[in-house]
């Protein structure tokens, strides 16, 4: 592979989706207007590794607008403990990658001294600021809400954030402070098959890219954390063009300490951002570990396509040498990208990686799959035969139809009778379906339900 590799690259950036960042102080209602804006009936429970833990995104689509949303955690603007500190910390990453702030507050209590700290310091970021009142659940509550402009707001924006209220109205002045973006494309970006190397420090991530390009791209060591930014590399491959970036080592949160290496990992969350496809090395004699896991949980959460890399194989013990039981026990640890093939690799020598640009190849044309409505629904009633549907509180639960609304990661909307979650247990037996059926190895499905109440 080394001398196959086009000497001709460059440094390539990439259009971002705007950012909107959720602040405020604690129990105000963040998650719920988070989960709200990105129309999910799922709980956000598990953290994100290192100092991404307090922050989780999601994109959203709005009026053929484009965004992704950040949910952060409370600020207390004079810490008191080391965890306040930390998630003050990630709020001002998440502030910094941020081009509009969703300042919210709460209604039932009031202005609090904690929000007149807080406006002070997001004003110091100038950048937009919508005022945003939660738990203004009825119209007459609304009177209440004149304290606010007391902060200095010319504008505020009442929400129920747990009862739907105003969440459009908020959504349309959202798009208006956008700024302008277009994720089409072009030939250029779309002809380029973008990687990204991700894992712990001192997996090999660096070693493995520089096998790739074919030279001393990178500085490797054995001393963890030499990785410090992520750079982006170009190269052709069996006239092929790729681009990829190698990332600082995700550590665990209790172990990032400085803010260089702070705005690392935030540089290596904004390069999974940016990829089709993560490449997730794990240690080979050490095997996948609790970080790898909850490292996985964030590729699964941005949706990405993702092949696993078990490195220095050669170091390995016996059961993570062997492809056959290493196809078995990976997935099972990394559940989170149990969808992700296996392959056991020698970044240093090569061994093992000359199927990866195949795989790669199968994956991002998965990733971008475009599955017709007809073929879908021929499925759907296939599978309703072979499992049939549960009832809900006595109900019989009907599925009308299904239809692919997104790629990359590709999403499908079932739309169905059903006024309550579908039991997690069928859900996951139609994704598998799905996954198996339209042979979609290596990329994530998102299967939404909605409700239609009549035929």
Not at 25 to 51: C, D, H, M, Y
Not at 92 to 103: G, K, M, R, S, V
Not at 328 to 351: F, H, K, M, N
Request: charge should be neutral; charged fraction near 30%; aromatic fraction near 8%.
């Amino acid at each position: 592979m080394k001398n196959l590799i086009d000497k001709t690259r460059k440094e390539r950036h990439f259009k971002h989706k705007p950012v909107v960042a959720i602040v405020g102080r604690p129990n105000v209602g963040k998650s719920t207007l988070f989960n709200r804006l990105i129309e999910s009936r799922k709980a956000i429970v598990e953290n994100t590794p290192g100092v991404t833990r307090d922050r989780i995104y999601s994109d959203v689509n709005w009026d053929k607008h484009k965004f992704t949303v950040i949910d952060t955690g409370g600020i207390v603007p004079y810490p008191e403990d080391d965890n306040q500190t930390l998630i003050k910390d990630q709020v001002q990453i998440a502030i910094e990658e941020a081009d509009i702030i969703l300042f919210l507050l709460d209604e039932r209590s009031g202005v609090m001294p904690d929000d007149r700290e807080i406006v002070e310091y997001l004003r110091k970021c100038e950048k937009p600021i919508l005022f945003v009142i939660n738990k203004v659940d009825h119209e007459k509550h609304e009177l209440n809400t004149f304290e606010f402009h007391g902060l200095g707001a010319d504008e505020i924006i009442p929400v129920s954030a747990l009862h739907n209220r105003n969440i459009y109205e908020l959504m349309d002045k959202i798009v208006n402070y956008l700024p302008p973006y277009s994720d089409d494309t072009g030939d250029a970006v779309e002809d380029i098959i973008r990687l990204t190397v991700i894992g712990k420090p001192n997996v090999g991530k660096s070693t493995l890219v520089n096998y790739i390009l074919g030279e001393q791209r990178f500085i490797t060591s054995p001393q963890p954390g030499t990785t410090r930014d992520a750079i982006d590399s170009e190269f052709e491959y069996k006239n092929k063009k790729y681009m990829i970036i190698d990332t600082a080592g995700i550590r665990r949160k209790s172990r990032v300490s400085d803010s260089v290496e702070i705005y690392s990992v935030k540089r290596a969350v904004n390069a999974i951002e940016r990829c089709d496809i993560v490449l997730f090395m794990i240690d080979g004699p050490q095997g996948p570990t609790h970080q790898d896991a909850r490292l996985a949980h964030l590729v699964r959460e941005r949706g990405k396509a993702s092949i696993i890399l078990v490195n220095k194989c050669d170091l390995a013990p016996e059961h993570l040498a062997d492809e056959e039981l290493l196809s078995e026990i990976v997935p099972e640890r990394l559940r989170a990208i149990d969808y992700a093939p296996v392959l056991a690799i020698s970044a240093q020598t090569g061994d093992g990686t000359a199927d990866l640009f195949e795989i790669i190849d199968i994956i991002k044309e998965n990733y971008y799959r475009k599955i017709t409505t007809k073929k879908l629904n021929m499925f759907l009633k296939r599978v309703i035969k072979k499992r049939a549907l549960p009832s809900l509180d006595g109900k019989e639960l009907k599925f009308y139809y299904i239809t692919q609304v997104k790629t990359g990661p590709p999403v499908f909307v079932i739309f169905t009778n059903a006024t309550q979650p579908i039991p997690e247990n069928y859900s996951r037996f139609v994704e598998n379906q799905l996954r198996t059926e339209f042979e979609l190895a290596g990329v994530p499905l998102r299967l939404l339900f909605r409700t239609r109440l009549s035929e």
